[in-house]
């Protein structure tokens, strides 16, 4: 989420509205906002206590930050140790004032990730009641399948958009739907890019997003979301934005038929050549 300049009443009014458009999961990581957001997010739901049974939140932990409040921290590094796990959940719990967490997730992969301290981590916050499911953002395929092996993982939220397509071709989705591990997409409208950008891919895949939306009656934005829920590993995207515009223009996207061939027109203008 980004900088939440807005009053606690205000934050509050943002989540009910998300929830009123069927928007319930709510995606944090320890870090956003130099380690502020969750605890921004958890002073708005404090106001209405009742609201953390219809929503689903998530957090992600792993990364250290160079910022001032943590002097300890000489260089942005990565720690996926076991105390570390544990006392990021510990954190996230407080920050968000609840008293559990619906999916942790390990923020990057880790040289250094010893998948059997994580799976006990793991265990002991599933077992102490504190995390209900857990899965990784950005890792390979390979990655995945190391940790996986030592402790169940529900999700892999990657990066994917029609600039950039890896996930695709790389084998992550085809992984995700081997084993019934829908993915999560964080940037689905590249960052604003498909929308914006001058790049000479982002105007292509704009033409045809705005084209084959307006046949649909929607905004290109909806149809590039629609793109995405096309893809038969399910994903859920993340729209990242406090306009609740936005979330309209996602929640859209899942009443849009998506025709293969319209959905390789966005395919094409993304890599600017025809499939093989």
């Known amino acids: 989420m980004a ?11 943002w989540i009910e509205q ?11 990581a320890d870090i956003y906002g130099a380690y502020t957001v969750e605890a921004l997010f958890g002073e708005a739901l404090a106001l209405a206590p009742s609201l953390r049974a219809r929503i689903q939140l998530v957090t992600k932990c792993g990364i250290q930050l160079r910022v001032d409040a943590r002097p300890a921290t000489r260089i942005k590094h990565y720690d ?12 996230s719990l407080a920050n968000l004032r609840t008293d559990h967490l619906d999916l942790l997730l390990l ?14 981590a793991f265990e002991q916050l599933r ?27 529900v999700t892999n939220q990657v990066e994917c958009h029609p600039l950039h397509l890896a996930p695709l071709f790389d084998g992550t ?9 829908r993915p999560m997409i964080w940037s689905p409208l590249a960052g604003g890019a498909l929308l914006k950008s001058d790049a000479d891919d982002a105007r292509r895949v704009r033409a045809a997003l705005e084209r084959i939306g307006a046949q649909h009656g929607v905004s290109a934005a909806t149809m590039a979301f629609a793109w995405l829920l096309r893809l038969p590993s399910k994903p859920y995207p993340i729209a ?20 293969v061939q319209e959905w390789t027109e966005i395919l094409v203008a993304a890599t600017g050549k025809d499939v093989p």
Not at 80 to 91: F, Q
Request: with cysteine; aromatic share 6%; hydrophobic share 40%.
């Open 127 to 153: 077992t102490q009641g504190k995390v209900k499911a857990f899965g990784v953002s950005n890792y390979t395929p390979a990655q995945f399948e190391l940790l996986q092996a030592r402790t169940p993982l």
């Open 3 to 13: 900088a939440w300049n807005w009053s606690p009443q205000e934050r509050l009014r």
């Open 18 to 28: 998300c929830v009123e458009l069927g928007v319930t999961s709510f995606d944090h």
């Open 107 to 120: 923020h990057r992969p880790d040289p250094l990730l010893d998948a059997d301290q994580v799976a006990s």
């Open 173 to 181: 989705f085809d992984q995700a739907q081997q084993l019934r591990a």
């Open 80 to 91: 996926t140790s076991a105390t570390h796990i544990v006392r990021s959940v510990d954190a």
């Open 240 to 259: 990242g934005s406090r306009r609740i515009e936005a979330m309209h223009d996602a929640m859209a996207a899942t009443h849009v038929s998506r025709d």
